[in-house]
């Protein structure tokens, strides 16, 4: 179904002349129901979401966490990030009971992401390697207990300095983006486990995040930590702790940057990445943090993976979001039109 007009807001977005209109299950809406944290909805449930998916036939709901959610809806699609076993199994539950509404995403899958480790071993099984570069993951090593243990742990994986090393579990608070970099083997008795001790890539202080929202992928610039060369290393000691530098909503679009540091990665390369990390992971909502390996044009690495990132700093999210929802449904009713 089409609707016509034609929007401009205060912005000067102009919105397409005729957007499509989404038909749930509960009739000409369709309904998705959100279990988000308060932090999550302000940024992400941002008036121009929801004002340009009701023009779609999207309404978006709270889900109330004190009730069955069986009780509530109903729902066409769950839209959750919220932590916790709890929470899992009243999921696991609901998709048992309510099969034919979509769960964005599985919490199984999501749990993946959760653990640093399990985090990038995908990544790291593709062996992803085509015509346009290779991607990789940094060195990495886990360390669960003793700090004391962690110079000779170090020195027999045989990983090289500068180490960062990050909090081995990622569960929303702020404790688990406290990272650090660590310049000599002392330090790093200092540290605190569990944690992932990571090769530190140079790559020119520019990082390049990777947003996807189902098939769609859109990359933007963020100013990251800068290279560390040889003087440093000899220079510096101990542990430098250090803020979350690429969510700063400050992004390196505009900036004056060394055009081999600023190219981004290929189109066709991130696109089919992104294509053989959907599978691998079950996942259709997450962003991955990519770095170039700095004096190579085509070496890169992915450091962080993030679920249901913050996708109010996307450019255009409010209709990648939206397409992505319609299409959800669209393929509900291709399924049940072929199985009837
Ligand atoms: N192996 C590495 N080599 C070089 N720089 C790194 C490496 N790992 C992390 N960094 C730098 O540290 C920053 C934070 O690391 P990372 O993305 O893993 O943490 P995070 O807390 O999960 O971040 P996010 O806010 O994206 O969830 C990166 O954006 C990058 O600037
Ligand atoms: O979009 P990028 O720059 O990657 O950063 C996101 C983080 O990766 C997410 O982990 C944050 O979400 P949570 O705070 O819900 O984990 C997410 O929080 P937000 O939705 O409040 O912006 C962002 O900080
Ligand atoms: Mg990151
Ligand atoms: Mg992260």
């Known amino acids: 179904m089409k609707l016509g007009g034609d929007i401009v807001y205060s912005n000067g977005e102009k919105e397409e002349e005729e957007e499509e209109v989404g038909e749930g299950r509960s009739g000409r809406k369709l309904v998705v129901g ?21 023009k779609k036939g999207i ?31 009243i999921l696991e539950d609901y998709h048992e009971q309510h099969p034919e509404v979509t769960v964005l995403d599985p919490p199984d899958a999501i749990q993946h992401l959760y653990n640093r480790q399990s985090m990038l071993q995908q990544v790291s099984d ?10 990789g993951v940094p060195k990495q090593l886990v360390i669960t ?37 660590a310049y000599d083997q002392f330090s790093l008795s200092m ?12 790559h020119g202080g520019v990082l390049f995040k990777v947003y996807i929202v189902g098939e769609a992928i859109k990359v933007v610039r963020r100013f990251s930590l800068p290279n560390v060369n040889k003087h440093d290393l000899l220079h510096h000691t101990g542990l430098f702790r250090f803020p979350r530098v690429s969510c700063a909503s400050a992004n390196a679009e505009d900036a004056d940057l060394d055009p ?28 991955i943090d990519v770095i170039r390996e700095h004096g190579t044009r085509d070496r890169f690495y992915v450091i962080d993976i993030n679920y249901f990132p913050g996708y109010g700093k996307m450019p255009g999210y409010e209709h990648i979001f939206t397409d992505f929802l319609l299409s959800l449904v669209k393929g509900e009713y291709r399924r049940r039109i072929s199985t009837s």
């Open 59 to 89: 309404l978006f709901v709270a889900i109330d966490q004190s009730r069955p959610l069986s009780e509530q809806g109903p729902f066409d699609i769950v839209l959750h990030k919220l932590t916790g076993r709890e929470w899992q199994q």
């Open 145 to 181: 207990d003793d700090p004391l243990s962690i110079p000779l742990a170090v020195a027999q994986a045989g990983l090289s300095l500068p180490l960062v090393a990050k909090p081995l579990v990622v569960d929303g608070s702020a404790k688990s983006h406290e990272l650090s970099l």
């Open 191 to 202: 540290l605190e486990p569990p944690l992932v001790l990571q090769e530190f890539v140079n």
């Open 34 to 54: 959100y279990a988000l944290t308060s932090k999550k909805v302000k940024s992400f449930l941002q008036p121009k979401l929801e004002r340009l998916a009701r």
């Open 126 to 135: 593709l062996n992803f390697s085509d015509p346009h570069g290779e991607v």
């Open 260 to 287: 081999s540091i600023a190219e981004l990665p290929p189109r066709p390369m991130l696109e089919r990445l992104a294509r053989e990390l959907r599978r691998c992971l079950g996942l259709r909502l997450f962003n």
